[in-house]
């Protein structure tokens, strides 16, 4: 089971691993543990306990005050402060000892933006053609972007998947043998694909099939703990539209 960018979002972690449960042997995840949502210590001491392969992000560097917040948007740079004052000693302790990818794990690896640059967006065709030939093992998967899916590196020209926002919850993808393929499981906690369900996928490294899943959650609890925090009222709202 991969995960990508939970960001402190516990009501929809928690609704991914009941949808997933019994399907999947470990768990690993593409960074952004916390940020923007309220539950930035119950989500970090989940992951602690239960993800033994994560790759930091960019919300996980400015919650241990490694990212230089200037290059933050506003309701973002508020969460980061918030998310520094909220998590405990053990938590930073832990967010600061994340590794930056890329990880490799048997025959894939694990970037939060992208092989090249950990900050980097890889939203279009273009973008991923950009990094194609950087990419040297058969499957990276990635996050940063929010949105599920992914591409087939063809030398001659790069292929988006067919996954897209606010299809069947279920969708399955059988990687070709012998070409490369940057696939993004979603966001667990702030989808911006349209689509407020949160998303992961299952991947098989034997049959080299890909599961995507998109499940909803409880909106209205992640929300009002949002709201009761004292964060930006936009990081609430977004989340009902997938945004
Ligand atoms: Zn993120």
Redesign the pocket.
């Known amino acids: 089971m991969i995960l ?2 939970l ?1 402190a979002n516990l009501e929809a972690l928690e609704a991914a691993l009941a949808d997933a449960d019994g399907r999947y042997d470990q768990i690993l995840c593409c ?2 543990v916390v ?2 949502g309220a539950d930035p210590n119950a989500v970090t001491e989940w992951v602690t306990g239960h993800v033994p392969t994560v790759v930091r ?3 996980d560097k400015a919650a241990i005050g490694m990212a230089d917040l200037e290059d933050f948007n506003p309701v973002a740079r508020a969460s980061a402060y918030w998310t520094q004052e909220e998590l405990t000693a053990s938590n930073l302790d832990y967010i600061r000892h994340l590794p930056q990818g890329p990880v490799p794990v048997d025959g894939f690896q694990l970037v ?1 933006g992208s092989p090249l640059d950990e900050d980097e967006y890889v939203v279009t065709p273009t973008d991923a053609w950009m990094v194609a030939p950087y990419v040297d093992v058969p499957v990276t998967f990635f ?4 949105l599920q899916g992914g591409f087939l590196l063809h030398r001659n020209g790069v292929r988006r998947l067919p996954v897209g926002p606010n299809g069947p919850a279920h969708y399955s993808v059988t990687l070709e043998p012998d070409q490369n393929y940057l696939v993004n499981p979603g ?1 667990i ?2 989808p911006r694909d349209g689509d407020p369900r949160a998303a992961y996928l299952i991947y098989d490294p034997e049959t080299r099939v890909v599961d995507f899943y998109r499940v909803g959650y409880d909106i209205p609890a992640a929300q009002r703990k949002i709201v009761e925090a004292g964060l930006p009222d936009r990081l609430a709202l977004r989340l009902q539209y997938g945004q």
């Open positions: 990508s960018d960001h960074g952004d940020g923007y992000g960019n919300h939060h996050g940063h972007t929010h966001s906690g702030q």
